[in-house]
């Protein structure tokens, strides 16, 4: 039977917990916040973090894994130099930032990324650039639908 290799686009079905059981993504649990359709990605291609493409490796379709996947094989440790605290009068006109909203922030030489309102005050708020996994270790039940 076919293994999923390097250069092989799979269709996966997955759920991601914490390691506290908490689930935090799911392609078969629409209530979760997943689609319900099965993720595809191109093995080697970067598109998905790198224990999870190592993971699937080597699977045959209608086989069923579960992976943990150490913090430097998931979003990385984090970084205090990604947190910064901003005045209010830098936040786009006339929002009224709120715990967990999400901005689009657009550095000087144009990339672009996405924070987070971690805390704030009158005059301050703090805005977290890190990912929201990034520091934790991850459990993904991993599915192998197809091999395309």
């Known amino acids: ?19 506290t059981g908490e689930i935090f993504d799911s392609s078969e649990d629409c209530d979760c916040g ?3 359709q099965p993720l595809e990605f191109t093995v080697g291609e970067g598109e998905v973090i790198p224990g999870f493409e190592q993971a699937v490796v080597g699977m045959s379709p209608g086989d069923k894994k579960t992976v943990t996947i150490p ?18 009068e830098y936040l786009p006109a006339g929002s009224e930032p709120q715990l967990g ?8 030489d144009g990339q672009v990324f996405n924070v987070m309102v971690t805390a ?21 039940e991993i ?6």
């Open 71 to 88: 913090v430097d094989q998931a979003y990385g440790e984090r970084l205090d130099e990604l947190v910064a605290e901003v005045e209010r």
């Open 120 to 140: 704030m005050d009158d005059t301050t708020v703090t805005l977290d650039a890190n990912h929201p996994l990034a520091g934790k270790e991850l459990v993904f």
């Open 1 to 19: 039977m076919a293994q999923a290799k390097q250069g092989d686009t799979v269709k996966v079905h997955y759920t991601g917990k914490l390691t």
């Open 101 to 108: 909203q999400q901005y689009e922030v657009t550095q000087d």
């Open 143 to 148: 599915s192998l639908v197809e091999i395309a």
């Open 34 to 36: 997943g689609d319900c």
